[in-house]
């Protein structure tokens, strides 16, 4: 199978040539890999042998996990390799994925021959209504679609299901969709302009800029004090926030912003806790969840903070015990092949102190301090 494009295949030769991606594809191309999916398992059920064969599925675990990074760039991203599992109607804790994956499969092709699009909640509550002893939770829904996704080794947008966007930019940026007004970012206010769900029309979006710098911010709050305050007109910048766990819609925006303007840097501003780390890392690298994707929306996101030098500026009453789920993701990531050492040595002085510190808790050097903080910050080159 050839790489989509000249993209793919730079990144093919800067890893090891073990990537295994997912393809971008028109809905009749990914509605012919269905029709193949089911003639393969026809003509093994229907063979002088007859079997019911297993599903092979791209293993998105872990183990199969590979970090990769451009021999001329700094940019580093996550992708799987040529690994396999299976989803099997003969084991019984896998029966019930394995019929979910066909349910699936025959709704994303009605999907794609009546040519629409629909969310991964407007799913559910369709396979819900349809197949309720199969897809009883949205989790269910979420896990299908990565599995139909490893089977056919297509995105998920290709599969017609469009993403929900959370995420909002502001600041120094004006868009464009075809045929409609150019949007100003500066003029949205402290709510901002919601970045759209829709891939297709996110691709084609014509973006203009005198920015210098991008901010990736964790918090809604905070994004709205920043916007509220036009940080963006003394430090010359894009705001965009996912409002926590970043969605593929603000992931896809943000590649494209950092394709489109390859000199600007980008910065994150996130909690000094695991979960903030989790959400750079997830920017920064991808998920292994969405490992046959994950690379496309990779984003070169430096740490620029909350971070251990920054605890003295923050009073000893503002930091909080970490609680058990915090521990739990600092193991995760300590595990991760991801994890660059600066970031290790953080999330070890984290568990260490038993401690975490909120963005919010600079609010102590005054409501107008983050400003100041970012651009001192930018001005000393610290950030990692």
């Given at each position: 199978?050839?790489?989509?494009?000249?993209?793919?295949?730079?990144?093919?030769?800067f890893?090891?040539?073990?990537?295994?991606?997912?393809?971008?594809?028109t809905?009749?191309?990914?509605?012919?890999?269905?029709?193949?999916?089911v003639?393969?398992?026809?003509?093994?059920?229907?063979?002088?042998?007859?079997?019911?064969s297993?599903?092979?599925?791209?293993?998105?675990?872990?183990?199969?996990?590979?970090?990769?990074?451009?021999?001329?760039?700094?940019?580093?991203?996550?992708?799987?390799?040529?690994?396999?599992?299976?989803?099997?109607?003969?084991?019984?804790?896998?029966?019930?994925?394995?019929?979910?994956?066909w349910?699936?499969?025959?709704?994303?092709?009605?999907?794609?021959?009546?040519?629409?699009?629909?969310?991964?909640?407007?799913?559910?509550?369709?396979?819900?209504?349809?197949?309720?002893?199969?897809?009883s939770?949205q989790l269910?829904?979420?896990?299908?679609?990565?599995?139909?996704?490893?089977?056919?080794?297509?995105?998920?947008?290709?599969?017609?299901?469009?993403?929900?966007?959370?995420?909002?930019?502001?600041?120094?940026?004006?868009?464009?969709?075809?045929e409609?007004?150019?949007?100003?970012?500066?003029?949205?206010?402290?709510?901002?302009?919601?970045?759209?769900?829709?891939?297709?029309?996110?691709?084609?979006?014509?973006?203009?800029?005198?920015?210098?710098?991008?901010?990736?911010?964790?918090?809604?709050?905070?994004?709205?004090?920043?916007?509220?305050?036009?940080?963006?007109?003394?430090?010359?910048?894009?705001?965009?926030?996912?409002?926590g766990?970043?969605?593929?819609?603000t992931?896809?925006?943000?590649?494209?912003?950092?394709?489109?303007?390859?000199?600007?840097?980008?910065?994150?501003?996130?909690?000094?806790?695991?979960?903030?780390?989790?959400?750079?890392?997830?920017?920064?690298?991808?998920?292994i969840?969405?490992?046959?994707?994950?690379?496309?929306?990779?984003?070169?996101v430096?740490?620029?903070?909350?971070r251990?030098?920054?605890?003295?500026?923050?009073?000893q009453?503002?930091?909080?015990?970490?609680?058990p789920?915090?521990?739990?993701?600092?193991?995760?990531?300590?595990?991760s092949?991801?994890?660059?050492?600066?970031?290790?040595?953080?999330?070890?002085?984290?568990?260490?102190r038993?401690?975490?510190?909120e963005l919010?808790?600079?609010?102590?050097?005054?409501?107008?301090?983050?400003?100041?903080?970012?651009?001192?910050?930018?001005?000393?080159?610290?950030?990692?």
């Amino acid at each position: 199978m050839e790489p989509a494009g000249l993209f793919e295949s730079s990144m093919r030769f800067f890893s090891d040539q073990e990537l295994c991606y997912a393809d971008i594809l028109t809905p009749q191309e990914v509605v012919a890999r269905i029709q193949i999916a089911v003639l393969n398992f026809l003509r093994i059920l229907n063979s002088s042998s007859p079997a019911i064969s297993n599903l092979p599925l791209i293993d998105r675990r872990s183990s199969n996990s590979r970090v990769s990074q451009g021999i001329l760039t700094d940019d580093s991203w996550i992708f799987l390799s040529h690994s396999f599992c299976t989803r099997s109607l003969m084991r019984p804790n896998a029966s019930k994925a394995f019929v979910r994956v066909w349910k699936l499969m025959e709704m994303c092709s009605q999907i794609l021959i009546q040519d629409k699009r629909v969310t991964q909640r407007e799913l559910f509550y369709k396979l819900l209504c349809d197949s309720p002893a199969y897809f009883s939770t949205q989790l269910h829904v979420n896990r299908t679609i990565q599995d139909v996704v490893a089977l056919l080794q297509c995105s998920r947008y290709s599969l017609g299901i469009m993403a929900s966007s959370r995420g909002l930019v502001a600041g120094r940026l004006l868009l464009q969709e075809p045929e409609q007004e150019v949007v100003d970012c500066t003029a949205c206010g402290s709510s901002g302009y919601p970045i759209s769900g829709d891939l297709d029309l996110l691709k084609m979006l014509t973006l203009k800029t005198d920015a210098r710098y991008i901010i990736v911010i964790e918090k809604h709050a905070i994004f709205q004090r920043l916007a509220d305050d036009r940080v963006f007109n003394h430090i010359p910048s894009i705001l965009i926030t996912a409002k926590g766990y970043p969605d593929l819609a603000t992931r896809y925006f943000l590649h494209k912003i950092g394709k489109t303007f390859p000199h600007l840097p980008m910065f994150g501003l996130v909690d000094w806790n695991p979960a903030g780390l989790a959400i750079l890392c997830t920017f920064k690298y991808g998920s292994i969840g969405m490992g046959l994707e994950a690379y496309r929306y990779a984003c070169n996101v430096k740490w620029l903070g909350v971070r251990g030098d920054d605890l003295q500026l923050i009073p000893q009453e503002s930091l909080v015990p970490l609680k058990p789920r915090d521990l739990q993701i600092a193991k995760s990531l300590m595990s991760s092949k991801i994890l660059q050492e600066n970031y290790r040595q953080e999330l070890t002085l984290m568990v260490e102190r038993g401690q975490k510190a909120e963005l919010e808790a600079l609010y102590h050097n005054g409501f107008d301090y983050l400003e100041k903080y970012i651009v001192k910050k930018i001005i000393q080159f610290s950030y990692i």
